[in-house]
């Protein structure tokens, strides 16, 4: 599928006749995308989608405070990002005994029907599930996504300095674990 026309799509937003369909397309162009990002924060297949619904929800909401300042692949991108990470607040809130879950976090990827990898992968989504939430997603959006970052910056409103420390730390970390669970 081609991009949508920024231009165009931020126009279609804003005419209220033009916006059902309008935002129905930036669903079907940002749905699998979006997702992946969100999975690779919040891990499980359930938990992705539920925060994938929630971010649409609220960007819908928001249409009419997006003014355009942004593209909106990168105001989509932010919903998304601080979704997955304020559901990632809550879950932890509501578990008691902090650290359980991840234990044994590999083997249940290992047990999803939509995880596709190995041993190895899974034990790398467990230690990365070990990071504080803003060194999980630096780590992510610097590892998987391959982000500069400088467009992390802009996504995340923080500077490259302290994003190159992040990631830095989040890889001595995962490195650590992996090791102590070979």
Same mark, same amino acid.
């Given at each position: 599928?081609?991009?949508?026309?920024?231009?165009?799509?931020?126009?279609?937003?804003?005419?209220?006749?033009?916006?059902?369909?309008?935002?129905?397309?930036?669903?079907?162009?940002?749905?699998?995308?979006?997702?992946?990002?969100?999975?690779? $924060?919040?891990?499980?297949?359930?938990?992705?989608?539920?925060?994938?619904?929630?971010?649409?929800?609220?960007?819908?909401?928001?249409?009419?405070?997006?003014?355009?300042?942004?593209?909106?692949?990168?105001?989509?991108?932010? $919903?998304? $990002?601080?979704?997955?990470? /304020?559901?990632?607040?809550?879950?932890?809130?509501?578990?008691?005994?902090?650290? /359980?879950?991840?234990?044994?976090?590999?083997?249940?990827?290992?047990?999803?029907?939509?995880?596709?990898?190995?041993?190895?992968?899974?034990?790398?989504?467990?230690?990365?599930?070990?990071?504080?939430?803003?060194?999980?997603?630096?780590?992510?959006?610097?590892?998987?996504?391959?982000?500069?970052?400088?467009?992390?910056?802009?996504?995340?409103?923080?500077?490259?300095?302290?994003?190159?420390?992040?990631?830095?730390?989040?890889?001595?970390?995962?490195?650590?674990?992996?090791?102590?669970?070979?």
């Amino acid at each position: 599928m081609s991009p949508l026309d920024n231009s165009k799509e931020v126009r279609q937003l804003a005419s209220s006749e033009e916006r059902q369909k309008a935002f129905l397309d930036i669903v079907n162009q940002y749905s699998e995308p979006l997702y992946w990002k969100i999975r690779s $924060i919040v891990i499980t297949h359930d938990d992705a989608d539920d925060v994938l619904q929630n971010t649409f929800l609220k960007a819908w909401k928001g249409l009419d405070n997006f003014q355009g300042k942004s593209q909106l692949s990168t105001w989509l991108y932010r $919903i998304a $990002i601080n979704e997955a990470l /304020e559901y990632l607040r809550r879950k932890r809130s509501a578990v008691v005994t902090g650290g /359980e879950d991840t234990l044994h976090l590999a083997d249940s990827l290992l047990a999803d029907e939509y995880f596709d990898g190995d041993r190895g992968q899974a034990l790398l989504q467990e230690a990365i599930a070990t990071l504080p939430d803003v060194q999980r997603l630096v780590f992510t959006l610097r590892y998987f996504d391959e982000m500069k970052y400088s467009d992390m910056s802009e996504l995340l409103g923080t500077s490259v300095g302290a994003l190159k420390a992040s990631y830095h730390i989040a890889v001595e970390k995962v490195t650590t674990y992996m090791k102590q669970h070979e």
